[in-house]
């Protein structure tokens, strides 16, 4: 894995939550707003389950995969925090914090660290390179 991939666990994870969490709300406004259409047209007994019950059952696997999501994002930070903490060069460091764990853009980090973004970009570079030499060096202690 490389160490972009690495740091960008939580990222895509949480996005992962955000969009279970959007489904959700999805789902409970159509299990809220039952509408009931009269026909007159009988209707099949063995049609099965309601919208609205499949659409708390949906609600609740979700919920139980957020929940799961979470516990994995709480872990995946912790290990992206044990390794940026390994980085010897406080500014990478920080630089890794604001961007990774802190979701910051690269604007908000340029005027952070007080630097322009070409030298941002290199500080990136050099930063992904310590948590790569940081990764590498954990892979064969293991």
């Known amino acids: 894995m490389t160490a972009k991939d690495f740091l960008n666990q939580a990222y895509l994870l949480d996005q992962r939550i955000k969009s279970k969490s959007e489904q959700i709300q999805s789902l409970n406004e159509l299990a809220t707003s039952c509408t009931a259409t009269m026909t007159g047209m009988p209707h099949n007994p063995n049609r099965g389950t ?9 609600i609740i696997d979700l919920q139980n995969e957020i929940a799961s999501d979470m516990d994995r994002l709480v872990q995946i930070k912790k290990d ?3 390794v940026i903490s390994k980085v010897e060069d406080v500014e990478l460091r920080i630089l890794l914090e604001q961007r990774y764990l802190c979701g910051a853009t690269w604007e908000e980090i340029t005027m952070n660290l007080y630097h322009n973004r070409r030298w941002i970009f290199r500080l990136h570079d050099k930063a992904l390179d310590a948590v ?3 990764l590498d060096g954990n892979e064969r202690s293991h």
């Open 80 to 82: 992206i925090v044990d």
């Open 132 to 134: 790569q030499q940081i």
């Open 50 to 58: 309601s919208r609205m019950a499949d659409a708390v059952c949906k």
